[in-house]
Structures are given as C-alpha cells and as structure tokens.
C-alpha cells in the first residue's frame, strides 16, 4: 500500500490493516467511500464553525486559552466573559448544573481541575482560595467545611469565593480581551438560556439552530421550573405506615421564590434517567418543612412502575399548579357570574357597583366580649360592632393585633344571635386550626372539614375533624363496619357501599348540627359541603388567597361577608407570571380597599416591645398602632446583652463582606452576616435564652442553608446540637407567627446597590415585626441606604442610636452619612444626618400625583425623615407619634408608605355596567386549558 495516499491514510484510520490481511476489494471501496462522506460531512462542520478550535466558547466562540474554562460534566468550553451580569462559564454552570471545570493547558495555571485541596470537592461554587502564611502560594478550599477548619499553615480567615461578581477571579480564567471581544459573536442572556434547553434533548446544537426557534411554551416551562428552583432536588426515600413510598425533599429556593405549597398539594416527581430509565410519578404532599433539616414529604400515589428509590439525585419536582383548587375557583367564579348565589346588594357591592353599603340593620348583642374568653380592647370592640352591622367590612390586623380573638368574637355573637351555621375559612390549614381551636375554646359546635388527601396530617385539633367525629359516631351500622374495616383491612363491595352511604349520611347529620365549619377556602368547594348554604362568611388571612380564591366560600350563599387580613403583610403568591399581572397576584381584600372600602383597624399590638413596634408603625400603619404591652412586660432579665442604646432591644448591624452566589446558583449567601448571626445567637444562648426562642429570618435560601451550617460547625456553645433548635426560615414562612428575638439577616451586600427581594416593604414589614424582646437587623449599610424604604429604616435605628459597626462587644455608632439615591450631594451638604429634614425639601417628584412606588426607589428623599421619633414610649400605650406639622407630605398619603401608595397608583375606577376588569378577565377564562393556551391568551392581553 502506499502509505503517502491520503486516501490510504483514512483508510489506515478506520481499521487495523495488520489484523485483516484480506479485505476483498468490494469491502475495500466500501469503506473508501464511507470514509469519504465522513469526511467531506466533517469538513463543512469546520467551515460552519469558521474553524474554531475546540476550546472556544460555546456561547460565543472566544477562543484565547487563558479566557476560557472546560466544563467536566459535558466536555464543552466557555470562556469568563460576561453577556448581562453574568459569565459565560457561570452561566452554563448555572443553566445546565454542571459544577465541575477544569483550566486550559495554556492556561497560566496549565491544565488544572479545580477542586477542595483537602477534601476534592469539585462545585466551583463551593470553593474559594486561602494563602499561606509563609509563603506566597494559595490553595483552594471548600467554604464548607475545609475552610473552617483552624489552620497552622494557612490563613483560612481569609478565605475569598472563586466566583465574584458572576464570574470567575480573573486569576483563575481572564476577562476576554477586546481583541477577543471583537471577533467574538454576540450573545444575549436569551439566546444562552434557549441553547442551554436546546442541549438537553441535543448535545451538539448550536446557536444557529436555536435562532429561528421560538417556542412561548417551552419558554413558560422553562421559567416555572428553573425559576422555582425545583430542578436538580435530591431525594431521600422511605415508606408510609400505610406502605406508600415517601420521597422528602428540599426546594432550593422555596425561601427566595415566590414558591407556596400547601400540604394536599400535588406534586410530579420526574426521575430525568441519569442512571437508569426516565421515571415520573405523582403524589400529594403530606408534610412541609418545619425546620431547616426538613424537607417536603411527598406521598407518592400506588403505580405500577416502582419509583428509583436507589437513586437519590438526577430528580425535579413539578407541581401541578391547576389542581382542585382552580377547578374550584373556576367553578366559583361561574357561580358568582350567575349572581343567584349572594345576596343582591353583596354582589353589588363586591363588584364595587354602589359607592355607598346599601342599608343593613342588625341588632347589636348587649355585651360584645365573650363571657370566659379574652375581654376586648375598645378598638377591637369598635370592630366587632362595626362588623356586625354591615353586610361587607374589612378589618385590619396589624400583627400582633389580636386578630383571632377579634374573629373568634364575631363568628361567636353570628352564631349565637342568628342561629345560623357561620362558615369560617383562611388560606392555610394553619391558620383555619388555629381559629377552630379558639372557637371550640367559646363554647362553639366547630366542625373542621380537612381535604381527603390532607386526613393522615396530624393536628392539634383532630377531635374536631369531619372524620374523626364520623368515626366516633353513634350509628351502630357505621361502628360495626369501621371496627370490620380495621380487622380486615379492608371491605367486601358490598359492605363498602353501605359504608359509603352511612358515612355520608352521618357527615350530613354532623354539619347540620354544627354552628361553624372551619376550613380553607378551597375547601369550601368540598363536595361534602355542597348543599349547605352558609349565609355568614368570616375569611381570616384574607389578603393571601386571590380573588377567585375568596369567592369559594363567598358564593355559597353568603349574605354577610367578613374579610380579615392585613394587606400591609404579603399577599397572595401566584405562581404563573402571566395570571399575576392579570389580576391574581391581587386579593379580593386590596380590591375592596381600591374601591373605596376602608378597613377597620386592629390598633393595639400585644406583641413587640414598644420600640419595636414603632417603626412598623410609623412606617406601614400611618403611626396608628398602639402598644398594648410596656417595655417592663418586654425586659429581658438578668441579660447583659451590649444594645447600643440602653432599654431599646434594637439593633443594626452592619458588616461589609460581599454576597456570594450560593451551591444552586441562583442564591445569595454572605458569611459575614453568618458569623455576626451566630455571635449573637451563642450570646443570648449563654444568657440562659433558649434556642426555640430565637429566630433568623433570610429571603435568600442560599443563606439559610449557609447559617445552619455555619452554626453546627462553628457555634461558639458548647453543645452544639442546641443550634438545630434555632429556626433559621424565610420571611414567608414567619408570616402570622413570632419568636422573643428575631436575626434578620439581609443577606445582600454589593457595590451596584442590587437589594432583590428587599425591596419589597411587605416583606419587610413581615420580618420586622416577629420580634417580642428583641430585633437584630444584619445587614449592609452602604449597600442598603440607597433603597428609600430601607434608607428610612436606617435613619430609624440611627436616631434611636441602634446603627452600629464593628464587633459585639465594642459596637461602634455609624456616624456617615446615609446617602440615598439621587441628591447624594445634596443630601450631604444640607447635613441631613444631623436629623435637620427641613431645607433639602426637593419639589422633585413630591407634588406629581402620578408619583409611584417604583419612583420612590429611584429618588432619594428619603434620607430625610418624616416623623421625628418624639414618640413618649415610655408610656404606656405610647401612641401616634406625630408627623411634624411643617411637613409638606403631610396630606400625601403616598408618603407615609411607598406600598400603600402603589395601591392607590393602581386604581380602577369600578364600572358601573359590569365586573372590575380583574374579574370579568378571569371569568372568560377556563383554566383548565393547557398551560400553554393559558400562557398565550395571558400574553394577548
Ligand atoms: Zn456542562
Ligand atoms: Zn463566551
Ligand atoms: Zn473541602
């Protein structure tokens, strides 16, 4: 053969000519041929590619070896530079999920895989690099636990993250030079997220093919499940009592997102093949988690295919988001369209159709507190009367305002004076247990009607269950089969038809007998209840479901409707992004409100130390919120705790380490926050506090994850397993609850001033105001001050003397200035920080009535502020500290509270000749379209 041929050269590629001697010439012309196409196929891929090497970037095709980093999962290059915010390299490592990469050859650190020196670690976002004391050569090191450990050789307290800023140290992969820029080819954030789905049902796609790809759907998809975080979720299995297989799991940013899932909800667990065949399967959750080390509980339903309990990783979640509930929203809707299911001047007044509550008399019992139950403070009677003299009325509860008591009262004297069954919903199971549990505690027939997948969920309140009281039944033909049930497991057809009949039969006689039913709102469409009609409806934590939500229990006959909540807390969370800016992101409670409906509020607050609550106040509730506790019921004994100011348990705390993206990804973590948390905690636990006691409020998942280890490994007690008593959750999850002392740890620390979920002054509000003994806010102050609503609060803790830098134990008062925004100069020079919010009065903005939120967060005004804290809070029911007279802002109610002003921005006017535009959209639509029809018609809007 002649070995200069080239053609002879591929052939010698293809198959060992020593081992076969004797190819036939037709075998020879065959793979000649073969091997031609091949070629020829592969030479136009290289002239499609404009001959880059493999080491470019597959995003953008920057090639320069230093530039460029070799993800070890699929084998595909990226380089450091950034398209938005983020690198290349990072952002495939955060699309894809492949955290482990390797340097270039030519790289100035030669061919290295970067992982942990001490234990190989490999998630670029876990590691970090320290240096040696003695020499001048680094190591790199996991943040968790290799960093921790006490080194003799190396500075491990001065250990940095790899990834800063979105991207890689440029010691580690370069920043592409404008060289490699200009021939690069432009890619923007979209078309990387476009590629990166592409990849997953083809390794080899490029942006070429993905260019002309437009699919809304897949993009929804997409959104939903990698926004909420519920890709790439380990699993730990296990069986149920009942021998249902139970997978538990964490969310990753259940915290962060706006992710809420109830117990009963539905979730599909997909098993996405990495080991073995693909799986999915569906199950209702039985649990939620209750502390940090939990997870959900998923009960998967009976299937033939037996789920990969060997597996562990590789899984997603799903949630079947259209379950029951929107079936019965729809089905509510529909009903209330109908106007026959409420009384006529309800329904009116619902649809904002008369501007005045048509005449309603009823008379008033003689004494409105509840005899042996919790005697009434005069606003919280002034609510009740109120309430029971109107045929629609909100009433507001600030926390700690007594909400329950108030609710319980009224539910009490409607069913006692009208001798009708109230009925008596929340949104969540919590919440509805809580009432039923105080409605029993009057004297009150109270029957709780729990979802059926929701029955094998403990509570506190089991004897008051539907099937509890079922079971417990007089009715000899149930007890007898009940007791066969057991014995046997299970019933022949026959016995379980009659037992069908006799239970629903029973169900019928003990609802009939109740005097309120107690339940969620979606449960109000619960089949059992469906011939009852309620004429009196009570919705406790009315500003969290959505409208359609609320209309459940409304439109099952209701005549009197009383709404509960506090819309200055969060509201509704809605999933789908495009039913939110329809209107469902918006409770039936605010809807009101933007009517012209004034909430009756809640006005003594039994919660929070006086200077606790008098920020909140001044801030959410126009100053209205009084204290009806002093600050003797709120002294901490025998604590030496350092306040920076005596007697007020309040306390800033700035630190100025950077955020760090966490292990997901897509959250925020920020150590030095950690570590000043757990200097705190470990103090007041050394005082004789116990850790059930403390609470640490995060928005960022990525943080609570981090502060939970931290704590376990570094906590500065003795028994450190006392820390996993700390609950350490989201805002989210401390809604309606409290804890003696609260660590709120903002989490956010950067140079652009980017504050994410912070921004939101509900959210806020909600974390604030946990706190009984004591508030710690952790946070960064140069990165803060710039938000007006967080600039105001800063301004608060400094007049109280409570701003503060340095180390616990010798607290330092921050005496710069809190710039804001846009007039820094201005602010600086008219001495703002001296407290003067005269002079720097700038006419900007303040007098444009279309002035909104969003305004609000690009000027700066607030650095001035606009109640002098003259508040007397040492007596005892300090109330309405006052807005200084000479305040321009006095009669713009925008002023006091940039959400209250974004309720009043948006405004409909109600139409007289029909539904508010909110409603009438929702009522065209049928939801239980596919997603993606949904997701188009919501886009037409
Ligand atoms: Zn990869
Ligand atoms: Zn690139
Ligand atoms: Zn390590």
Excluded at 409 to 418: G, M, Q
Excluded at 439 to 464: M, P
Excluded at 644 to 660: N, V
Excluded at 809 to 824: C, G, H, I, N, V
């Amino acid at each position: 053969m002649n070995h200069d041929s080239p053609l002879t050269s591929v052939v010698n590629q293809s198959i060992d000519v020593s081992s076969e001697s004797s190819l036939s010439k037709q075998d020879l012309d065959k793979l000649i041929n073969q091997n031609s196409e091949n070629f020829v196929s592969h030479e136009q891929e290289i002239l499609s590619l404009t001959a880059l090497p493999e080491h470019a970037c597959k995003y953008c095709g920057v090639s320069n070896p230093r530039c460029v980093v070799r993800c070890d999962i699929c084998k595909k290059w990226f380089c450091n530079g950034k398209s938005g915010t983020t690198s290349h390299i990072i952002s495939h490592m955060v699309l894809s999920r492949h955290h482990e990469v390797s340097l270039h050859s030519d790289s100035d650190l030669g061919e290295t895989e970067l992982e942990c020196y001490s234990c190989g670690n490999k998630d670029p976002f876990m590691l970090g690099f320290v240096s040696a004391k003695t020499d001048t050569i680094v190591v790199i090191l996991c943040r968790i636990p290799c960093s921790q450990a006490k080194d003799s050789d190396w500075n491990t307290a001065n250990w940095q993250p790899l990834v800063e800023e979105r991207c890689f140290l440029d010691w580690i992969a370069d920043y592409p030079t404008p060289l490699d820029m200009a021939n690069a080819r432009a890619i923007s954030p979209l078309d990387i997220s476009k590629l990166e789905r592409q990849w997953r049902s083809d390794e080899t796609a490029t942006l070429e093919d993905i260019k002309d790809l437009i699919d809304a759907t897949a993009q929804y998809d997409k959104q939903l499940t990698e926004s909420q975080g519920l890709n790439y979720i380990s699993v730990s299995w296990s069986m149920s009592p009942h021998n249902y297989h139970l997978a538990k799991f964490s969310l990753s940013s259940y915290d962060s997102s706006n992710l809420k899932i109830a117990v009963g909800d539905e979730i599909i667990l997909h098993y996405d093949g990495i080991k073995e065949e693909k799986w999915q399967g569906s199950g209702y959750v039985i649990k939620l988690p209750a502390t940090y080390s939990e997870g959900f509980t998923l009960e998967l339903q009976p299937s033939s295919v037996k789920p990969p309990t060997e597996h562990n990783v590789g899984f997603r979640a799903e949630i079947v988001w259209k379950g029951i509930s929107f079936q019965r929203m729809q089905a509510a809707l529909t009903t209330f369209a109908e106007k026959k299911s409420i009384s006529k001047d309800l329904y009116d007044i619902l649809l904002g159709h008369k501007e005045e509550q048509p005449e309603f008399t009823a008379k008033l019992p003689e004494a409105i507190s509840v005899p042996n139950f919790t005697q009434l403070n005069p606003s919280q009677v002034n609510a009740v009367k109120s309430v029971l003299q109107q045929r629609l009325s909100l009433i507001q509860g600030p926390p700690g305002t007594g909400k329950t008591v108030t609710s319980a009262t009224i539910v009490y004297h409607l069913a006692k004076s009208k001798k009708k069954k109230v009925l008596v919903t929340a949104s969540s199971n919590i919440a509805v247990d809580h009432l039923a549990s105080k409605l029993e505690d009057i004297g009150l027939k109270v029957v709780r009607v729990t979802a059926r997948s929701r029955e094998n969920v403990e509570s506190a309140i089991d004897h008051l269950s539907l099937s509890s009281l079922v079971s417990n039944t007089n009715n000899p033909v149930l007890k007898k089969l009940l007791k066969k049930k057991d014995e046997l497991g299970s019933l022949s057809k026959k016995d379980m038809n009659i037992y069908i009949s006799q239970t629903k039969k029973a169900e019928a006689e003990i609802l009939a007998e109740a005097h309120v039913v107690c339940c969620t709102c979606s449960g109000a469409g619960d089949k059992r209840l469906a011939n009852i009609k309620f004429p009196y409806v009570l919705i406790d934590e009315s500003t969290q479901p959505s409208e359609p939500e609320s209309l459940i229990p409304i439109v099952k006959g209701a005549k009197q409707v009383i709404l509960v909540g506090d819309h200055q807390q969060l509201g509704p969370v809605i999933l789908h992004n495009g039913a939110a800016k329809a209107g469902l992101r918006q409770s039936l409670f605010e809807r009101l409100i933007k009517l012209g409906h004034i909430p009756i509020r809640l006005e003594v607050q039994y919660r929070m130390h006086p200077s606790l609550s008098e920020f909140p106040s001044n801030m959410f509730y126009d100053g209205s919120l009084q204290n009806g506790v002093s600050h003797e019921q709120r002294l901490i004994r025998r604590s030496s705790f350092p306040w920076p100011a005596p007697g007020i348990p309040l306390l800033f705390w700035s630190s100025y380490g950077t955020e760090e993206i966490s292990i997901s990804g897509t959250s925020f973590l920020n150590r030095s926050e950690a570590m000043n948390c757990e200097k705190i905690i470990s103090r007041l636990l050394s005082e004789g506090i116990k850790p059930h006691q403390i609470g640490v409020i995060t928005p960022y998942q990525g943080q609570r994850d981090y502060i939970v280890q931290y704590l376990l490994m570094n906590g500065a007690h003795p028994d450190r397993e006392i820390y996993q008593d700390v609950e350490v959750a989201s805002v989210d999850a401390f809604q309606g609850r409290e804890k003696d002392f609260i660590i709120f740890s903002c989490t956010r620390s950067n140079h652009t001033n980017t504050i994410g979920f912070l921004k939101d002054a509900r959210r806020l509000n909600v974390a604030i105001t946990r706190a009984k003994y004591g508030l710690f806010v952790l946070g960064n102050i140069k990165t803060l001050q710039k938000d007006p609503l967080w600039n105001r609060l800063l301004v608060h803790f400094r007049d109280k003397g409570a701003l503060v830098e340095g180390r616990l134990d010798s607290f330092q008062l921050y005496t710069a200035s809190l710039e804001s925004a846009r007039f820094k100069s201005t602010a600086e020079n008219n001495g703002l920080n001296q407290g003067d919010n005269k002079g720097d009065l700038n006419s900007n903005g303040f007098s444009n009535p279309k002035f909104t939120a969003e305004d609000l967060s690009s000027t700066s005004f607030s650095s001035l502020h606009p109640f002098r804290a003259n508040v007397d809070t040492d007596s005892r029911f300090a109330s309405n500290p006052s807005i200084p007279s000479m305040s321009p802002f006095l009669n713009q109610p925008q002023w006091t509270n940039p959400s209250t002003f974004q309720l009043n921005e948006q405004i409909r006017p109600s139409t007289p000749d029909g539904p508010p535009v909110d409603l009438r959209f929702i009522q065209g639509l049928n939801l239980d379209e596919p997603i993606s029809e949904l997701t188009s018609r919501f886009n037409n809007l």
